[in-house]
């Protein structure tokens, strides 16, 4: 992975990362592909119509369904789904965490009954690098041990301590494959600070042969802690993050987090809100959220946000997507989801141009304003 600094504008940062399948420009959001694809979409809408660099799938998911097996004889992620840019996997450690009572954690890994037909799975750090790399992800997330939150120190700091062992332990499994994907590492910590600088630190100074993480992610935020207090953990986190290396939040979040977390410092997002809340019949605008279903976009001719230039907002009206909606049309899925990804990756585009040119306080300002 090439990594290049194309700007900063306070503690906001325009970054540039190539991988063997595409060159990203951060901000970046990534639409979330959960079994290798966008829910109602396809590589072709990714592409051509959304134009998106990179894309985010989910290892729970492809090896229980259809297995990693048969994606890495089906040529990798990228034939596999005919989406021929590039690849993010999380490493299943939200999914466990998700799982509730069906799931167990121990020093050695995450032993799981499968949501889809309660089969035993154990997952190490180690196998999951293994399925990742049936994948072909350009950039593999490590194994993590995720917690939800309030929790205790106690646990927060085995967390911690799993997590940078976890770690290490991909780390090592990795150099010593001799593989070329790139290898993120999670950081943990709840929203203690001094955790989290902790964990920061000890990930950062791991290395093995002469080799570290190719960039770093905090986790674990969004899981039911306040905006501000996910805000100021943030804060407290990037400075112990490297500057030469990409920074992810994972699974965050609003249009509002996403612009807080880069005035914070942090390069990558990814969440499900886009197409879940489209599905669901709200759409993202300049001015906030429309409720598509209500009554009074029955008659409504004009565009669901009259400054969009997606697909959707130049081609169809609102009255068309109430009555899709409505309707249950499979085509409301679609258009719906478009318009709210195009959304999400202007606004990160947006945001670029603005620390490019020196103005993201304004644009910060501004995007506020619009809201209100």
């Known amino acids: 992975m090439e990594f290049k600094i194309d700007g900063t504008c306070g503690n906001a940062r325009a970054c540039i990362i190539k991988t063997d399948h595409s060159e990203i420009k951060t901000p970046i959001f990534m639409p979330v592909g959960t079994a290798a694809a966008v829910k109602s979409l396809d590589a072709i809408d990714m592409m051509e119509i959304l134009n998106t660099n990179i894309i985010l799938a989910n290892t729970y998911h492809l090896y229980l369904r ?6 890495k004889n089906l040529g990798g992620l990228h034939n596999f789904s005919g989406y021929k840019r590039s690849f993010l996997t999380d490493s299943g450690g939200f999914q466990a965490f ?100 902790i964990s920061a630190e000890s990930l950062v100074s791991l290395e093995y042969k002469g080799y570290s993480f190719d960039g770093f992610a905090i986790g674990g935020l969004s899981v039911g802690e306040e905006n501000q207090l996910m805000y100021d953990t943030i804060e407290v986190t990037t400075p112990y993050m490297p500057k030469d290396k990409p920074r992810y939040l994972m699974g965050v979040g609003t249009p509002e987090d996403i612009i807080e977390a880069i005035d914070r410092g942090v390069d ?30 029955k008659l409504d001719d004009n565009p669901v946000d009259s400054s969009c230039e997606c697909y959707t907002c130049k081609n169809f009206s609102r009255a068309y997507l109430n009555h899709l909606f409505k309707a249950k049309e499979l085509t409301y899925f679609r258009l719906a989801s478009i318009h709210n990804l195009h ?15 020196g103005k993201f306080k304004e644009f910060k300002k501004e995007f506020y304003s619009k809201r209100s």
């Open 98 to 197: 998700s799982l509730g009572n069906n799931v167990k954690f121990s020093d050695e890994g995450i032993e799981f009954k499968s949501h889809i037909d309660g089969s035993r799975h154990f997952f190490t750090p180690e196998k999951v690098i293994d399925i990742e790399y049936n994948l072909n992800s350009d950039i593999m997330m490590v194994l993590d041990d995720l917690i939800p939150l309030p929790n205790t120190k106690e646990r927060i700091k085995k967390s911690i301590q799993r997590t940078t062992n976890w770690a290490y332990r991909s780390l090592v499994h990795h150099i010593n494959k001799g593989k070329k994907n790139n290898l993120f590492a999670i950081i943990q910590g709840g929203t203690d600070f001094e955790f989290r600088r």
């Open 343 to 357: 959304y999400y990756l202007t606004l990160v585009k947006e945001a670029r141009e603005a620390i490019l040119e």
């Open 66 to 71: 259809p297995g990693d097996e048969v994606i």
């Open 268 to 297: 990558m997002f990814d969440c499900v809100m886009p197409t879940r809340n489209a599905r669901n019949g709200y759409l993202f605008t300049s001015f906030g959220t429309l409720r598509i279903k209500n009554a009074r976009y």
